[in-house]
Protein backbone atom coordinates (compact mmCIF):
# COMPACT_ATOMS: atom_id res chain seq x y z
CA UNK A 1 0.00 0.00 0.00
CA UNK A 2 3.04 2.13 1.16
CA UNK A 3 4.73 1.76 -2.80
CA UNK A 4 1.58 2.87 -4.51
CA UNK A 5 0.95 5.95 -2.13
CA UNK A 6 4.78 6.90 -3.70
CA UNK A 7 4.47 5.87 -6.84
CA UNK A 8 1.49 8.39 -7.49
CA UNK A 9 3.24 11.05 -5.49
CA UNK A 10 6.44 10.63 -7.84
CA UNK A 11 3.99 10.29 -10.84
CA UNK A 12 2.33 14.10 -9.83
CA UNK A 13 5.91 15.26 -9.04
CA UNK A 14 6.94 14.42 -12.77
CA UNK A 15 3.76 15.78 -14.34
CA UNK A 16 4.25 19.28 -12.58
CA UNK A 17 8.53 19.43 -13.58
CA UNK A 18 7.24 18.35 -17.50
CA UNK A 19 4.43 21.43 -17.42
CA UNK A 20 7.06 23.85 -15.71
CA UNK A 21 9.62 23.50 -17.79
CA UNK A 22 7.13 23.18 -20.66
CA UNK A 23 6.65 26.87 -19.70
CA UNK A 24 9.92 28.44 -19.45
CA UNK A 25 11.24 26.93 -22.40
CA UNK A 26 13.48 29.31 -24.38
CA UNK A 27 12.07 31.64 -27.46
CA UNK A 28 13.57 30.53 -30.83
CA UNK A 29 15.63 33.08 -32.48
CA UNK A 30 12.90 33.61 -35.28
CA UNK A 31 10.88 34.79 -32.46
CA UNK A 32 12.94 37.63 -31.47
CA UNK A 33 14.36 38.82 -35.23
CA UNK A 34 12.48 41.10 -37.28
CA UNK A 35 10.14 40.01 -40.67
CA UNK A 36 13.25 40.58 -42.76
CA UNK A 37 15.56 38.44 -41.08
CA UNK A 38 17.63 40.83 -39.29
CA UNK A 39 17.80 42.61 -35.96
CA UNK A 40 14.66 43.88 -34.15
CA UNK A 41 14.14 47.79 -34.66
CA UNK A 42 14.06 49.75 -31.32
CA UNK A 43 12.01 52.92 -32.85
CA UNK A 44 14.34 55.83 -31.00
CA UNK A 45 11.50 59.00 -31.57
CA UNK A 46 11.10 60.58 -28.49
CA UNK A 47 7.44 60.09 -27.14
CA UNK A 48 5.36 63.11 -26.87
CA UNK A 49 4.18 62.65 -23.40
CA UNK A 50 3.51 65.85 -21.35
CA UNK A 51 3.25 65.12 -17.75
CA UNK A 52 1.24 68.40 -17.20
CA UNK A 53 -1.61 67.33 -18.73
CA UNK A 54 -2.98 68.99 -21.99
CA UNK A 55 -2.79 72.53 -20.63
CA UNK A 56 -5.31 74.45 -22.75
CA UNK A 57 -2.61 76.87 -23.31
CA UNK A 58 -1.38 74.65 -25.70
CA UNK A 59 -4.33 75.18 -28.22
CA UNK A 60 -5.15 77.98 -29.65
CA UNK A 61 -8.69 79.36 -29.08
CA UNK A 62 -8.94 77.36 -26.16
CA UNK A 63 -8.88 78.81 -22.62
CA UNK A 64 -8.49 77.00 -19.20
CA UNK A 65 -11.15 77.12 -16.19
CA UNK A 66 -9.94 77.30 -12.90
CA UNK A 67 -11.83 77.03 -9.77
CA UNK A 68 -12.31 78.02 -5.66
CA UNK A 69 -10.53 75.96 -3.81
CA UNK A 70 -13.19 72.87 -2.72
CA UNK A 71 -15.63 73.65 -5.64
CA UNK A 72 -16.74 73.03 -8.88
CA UNK A 73 -19.67 75.67 -9.30
CA UNK A 74 -18.48 78.15 -12.16
CA UNK A 75 -17.31 81.58 -11.23
CA UNK A 76 -18.84 84.60 -13.83
CA UNK A 77 -15.26 84.52 -14.86
CA UNK A 78 -14.96 80.80 -16.24
CA UNK A 79 -18.08 81.17 -17.78
CA UNK A 80 -16.58 83.73 -20.03
CA UNK A 81 -13.93 81.79 -20.94
CA UNK A 82 -16.05 78.38 -21.16
CA UNK A 83 -18.62 80.58 -23.66
CA UNK A 84 -14.97 81.51 -26.35
CA UNK A 85 -14.55 77.63 -25.94
CA UNK A 86 -18.01 76.80 -27.30
CA UNK A 87 -17.38 79.38 -29.84
CA UNK A 88 -14.07 77.70 -30.77
CA UNK A 89 -16.13 73.83 -30.65
CA UNK A 90 -18.65 75.84 -33.12
CA UNK A 91 -15.89 76.48 -35.26
CA UNK A 92 -14.02 73.43 -35.54
CA UNK A 93 -15.23 70.00 -35.79
CA UNK A 94 -14.47 66.80 -33.56
CA UNK A 95 -14.80 66.20 -29.97
CA UNK A 96 -13.16 67.65 -27.04
CA UNK A 97 -11.94 66.27 -23.68
CA UNK A 98 -12.58 68.47 -20.69
CA UNK A 99 -10.39 67.21 -17.89
CA UNK A 100 -10.79 68.13 -14.10
CA UNK A 101 -7.52 69.09 -11.75
CA UNK A 102 -7.20 69.44 -8.18
CA UNK A 103 -4.59 71.11 -5.96
CA UNK A 104 -2.54 68.52 -3.76
CA UNK A 105 -4.58 68.83 -0.44
CA UNK A 106 -6.95 65.93 0.08
CA UNK A 107 -6.82 62.13 -0.86
CA UNK A 108 -6.66 60.74 -3.98
CA UNK A 109 -10.03 59.64 -3.78
CA UNK A 110 -11.47 62.83 -2.84
CA UNK A 111 -9.58 64.89 -5.57
CA UNK A 112 -10.82 62.41 -7.92
CA UNK A 113 -14.24 62.85 -7.66
CA UNK A 114 -13.77 66.78 -7.40
CA UNK A 115 -12.11 66.58 -10.57
CA UNK A 116 -15.04 64.85 -11.90
CA UNK A 117 -17.25 67.15 -10.34
CA UNK A 118 -15.29 69.89 -11.98
CA UNK A 119 -14.86 68.55 -15.30
CA UNK A 120 -19.02 67.82 -15.13
CA UNK A 121 -19.70 71.00 -14.15
CA UNK A 122 -17.86 72.87 -17.47
CA UNK A 123 -19.55 69.64 -19.87
CA UNK A 124 -22.67 70.79 -18.27
CA UNK A 125 -22.44 74.22 -18.81
CA UNK A 126 -21.01 73.68 -22.54
CA UNK A 127 -24.12 71.87 -23.26
CA UNK A 128 -26.38 73.96 -22.13
CA UNK A 129 -25.19 76.58 -24.51
CA UNK A 130 -25.31 74.31 -27.34
CA UNK A 131 -22.96 71.67 -27.66
CA UNK A 132 -24.15 68.51 -28.60
CA UNK A 133 -23.07 66.19 -25.10
CA UNK A 134 -21.67 63.29 -27.65
CA UNK A 135 -18.63 66.18 -28.45
CA UNK A 136 -17.66 66.47 -25.21
CA UNK A 137 -16.39 63.66 -22.87
CA UNK A 138 -14.85 64.40 -19.41
CA UNK A 139 -11.78 62.54 -17.09
CA UNK A 140 -10.38 63.39 -13.30
CA UNK A 141 -6.93 63.40 -12.61
CA UNK A 142 -7.25 64.63 -9.31
CA UNK A 143 -4.08 65.83 -8.05
CA UNK A 144 -1.67 63.49 -10.32
CA UNK A 145 -0.86 66.31 -13.07
CA UNK A 146 -0.40 69.45 -11.33
CA UNK A 147 1.33 72.49 -12.98
CA UNK A 148 2.67 73.84 -10.05
CA UNK A 149 4.22 71.97 -7.38
CA UNK A 150 4.69 74.25 -4.72
CA UNK A 151 3.23 74.55 -1.90
CA UNK A 152 1.85 78.62 -2.12
CA UNK A 153 -1.57 79.58 -2.50
CA UNK A 154 -0.60 80.98 -6.20
CA UNK A 155 0.43 77.21 -6.82
CA UNK A 156 -2.55 75.57 -5.41
CA UNK A 157 -4.67 78.30 -7.48
CA UNK A 158 -2.99 77.10 -10.93
CA UNK A 159 -3.70 73.26 -10.25
CA UNK A 160 -7.22 73.27 -9.84
CA UNK A 161 -8.47 73.70 -13.22
CA UNK A 162 -10.27 72.22 -16.19
CA UNK A 163 -8.57 71.33 -19.39
CA UNK A 164 -9.27 71.11 -23.00
CA UNK A 165 -7.75 68.37 -25.01
CA UNK A 166 -9.35 68.25 -29.16
CA UNK A 167 -9.74 64.72 -30.04
CA UNK A 168 -10.68 64.66 -33.51
CA UNK A 169 -13.99 63.35 -34.75
Known amino acids: MKKTWNLSRLALLAVTLVAVAACTSKKKSEDITSPDGGAPQIDSTPMGFNASGSDSGQ??????????????????????????????????????????????RGSIEYNLSLGERRAKSVKDYMVSLGIPAARLSIISYGKEKPLSNGDSEEDHARNRRANFLPLGN
Open 59 to 104: FEGLSSINFEYDKSNLTSEARKKIQGNVAWMKANPGNLQIEGHCDA
